[in-house]
């Protein structure tokens, strides 16, 4: 995932900071608890596309 994209890229709901996740290949909301995945090096920001993050796990 390029830097510098990472660097613009932001929630499309709250418009806040997103965390990259490498090894899952998705970007984190966490206000949201929603995982943007990545797929061929374009991540994907749609809300109906996301992953819900259940409340008990925890994000970090």
Same mark, same amino acid.
């Given at each position: ?5 990472? =660097?613009? /890229? ?5 418009? +806040? ?8 290949n998705?970007? #984190?909301?966490?206000? =949201?608890? /929603? ?5 061929? +090096?374009?991540?994907i ?7 819900? #993050? ?7």
């Open positions: 995932m390029d830097s510098k994209l990472l =660097d613009i /890229l932001v929630c499309p709901l709250c418009k +806040g900071p997103l965390l990259y996740k490498k090894q899952d998705e970007l #984190i909301c966490k206000p =949201d608890r /929603l995982a943007f995945a990545i797929k061929d +090096g374009i991540p920001m749609l809300e109906d596309e996301a992953r819900r #993050i259940p409340d008990e796990v925890e994000i970090s």
